[in-house]
């Protein structure tokens, strides 16, 4: 059974940091493409950040400079570090695993966890 499971998020003022994390299980974590999403109240779902298999790393323009991906294979397990967050970082931010075979799209998300940056 496929199980992605988010925890860190909270309230948290702004200026201030908070550390995501998602541990996986159920599939073969190394062999996926890890992303967090976020969505605010009433917007769409946004893009945060990415990282391969091997590690290689991207960021939306929003977020980049304050927030840092990393994930520990041993441990099934992706981060987001986020740094200097401001009240437009509110969001309930969402894991994602994803790959791709032989044009088969394995793709699946947790639960989410909900930041609050407010003062």
């Known amino acids: 059974q496929v199980q992605l499971v988010e925890s860190g998020g909270g309230l948290v003022q702004p200026g201030g940091s908070l550390r995501l994390s998602c541990t996986a299980s159920g599939f073969t974590f190394s062999s996926y493409w890890m992303n967090w999403v976020r969505q605010a109240p009433g917007k769409r779902l946004e893009w945060v950040s990415s990282?391969?298999?091997?590690?290689?790393?991207n960021y939306a323009d929003s977020v980049k400079g304050r927030f840092t991906i990393s994930r520990d294979n041993a441990k099934n397990t992706v981060y987001l570090q986020m740094n200097s967050l401001k009240p437009e970082d509110t969001a309930v931010y969402y894991c994602n695993a994803k790959r791709t075979v032989l044009l088969v799209t394995y793709d699946y998300w947790g639960q989410g966890t909900q930041v609050t940056v407010s003062s």
């Open positions: 990282i391969n298999r091997g590690g290689s790393t």
